[in-house]
């Protein structure tokens, strides 16, 4: 679906937890569709608690072009209603060993592979799930940067802990203008005392070192494994001296680059 207006605008809207709806060159984008209500959870070993529902029904949104999985195995990024309706969209995106998982129309991109998506390039990029040690027990994670003529460059980091990959990214791609960001300093005891997502003082970190002009938060609340919440990450870029770059976008609410 081709929407014609306003697609030299960037738009991005919260619906709670990581699931993020992004209006990018004329198409829809939804990032890790999560629909399901509160309620106890059972992934591998561990029991994942959402305390909150979405404030969006896949009804709501209305027609998707392009879904972004970061990963596939975690039920707090894509859970038993965000698999049907990734089912329905015409173009999904996601790892290889998630692509396999999902079958058509999964596209499983490795970092730094790209597809094209109209106007628009969609770059898959490294996510590392928590320490080097524990992010690789805990399955392969990618990001997204998207990129079109004319149009803000976007990051989308998935659930991704290092500032090394960070500078990865942000060194590969200089222009990034918009980031959305997986934040809530998640942690779980089968994992450790390890961080699986950025703190909110990482953030503000990651947000400097990719030189964004707008962060937005996401997957800062919604679940009980989740340690910081929204005012956490104000308060870190107030701290560091960032309070212009953040975009505090609270579920519903949306922003227009």
């Known amino acids: 679906m081709n929407r014609e207006k306003n697609v030299n605008e960037v738009t991005v809207r ?37 305390l909150a529902g979405p404030v969006a029904t896949p009804e709501e949104l209305g027609p998707v072009d392009v879904v972004l999985v970061s990963h596939d195995h975690h039920i707090d990024n894509f859970d038993v209603s965000g698999r049907a309706y990734t089912r329905q969209a015409p173009r999904v995106f996601t790892t290889a060993a998630g692509a396999a998982r999902l079958g058509s129309p999964a ?47 976007v990051y989308i980091s998935g659930d991704n802990a290092s500032l090394d990959v960070v500078a990865v990214v942000a060194e590969r791609f200089p222009a990034i203008e918009v980031a959305v960001l997986n934040v809530g300093a998640a942690k779980i005891a089968v994992r450790g005392d390890v961080f699986l997502t950025l703190t909110a003082d990482l953030a503000a970190r990651a ?45 519903g609410d949306s922003a227009t680059f």
Not at 219 to 243: I, M, S, Y
């Open 14 to 50: 919260a619906i709670g937890g990581p699931t993020t709806v992004i209006d990018y060159a004329g198409r829809r984008y939804v990032v890790d569709p999560t629909f399901d209500g509160p309620g106890s959870y059972r992934n591998g070993p561990v029991t994942a608690t959402k």
């Open 107 to 153: 596209t499983g991109l490795r970092p730094f592979e790209h597809a094209e998506v109209g106007d628009a390039r969609v770059t898959a990029v490294p996510a590392l799930h928590g320490s080097p040690e524990v992010g690789l027990g805990n399955g392969p994670v990618v990001g997204f940067v998207l990129e079109a003529e004319g149009r803000p460059t």
């Open 207 to 251: 947000a400097a070192l990719l030189g964004a002009r707008a962060v937005v938060p996401a997957h800062q609340d919604g679940w009980a494994h989740l340690t910081q919440g929204a005012d956490d990450v104000v308060r870190a870029f107030a701290e560091a001296g960032l309070p212009g770059v953040l975009v505090d976008l609270r579920p």
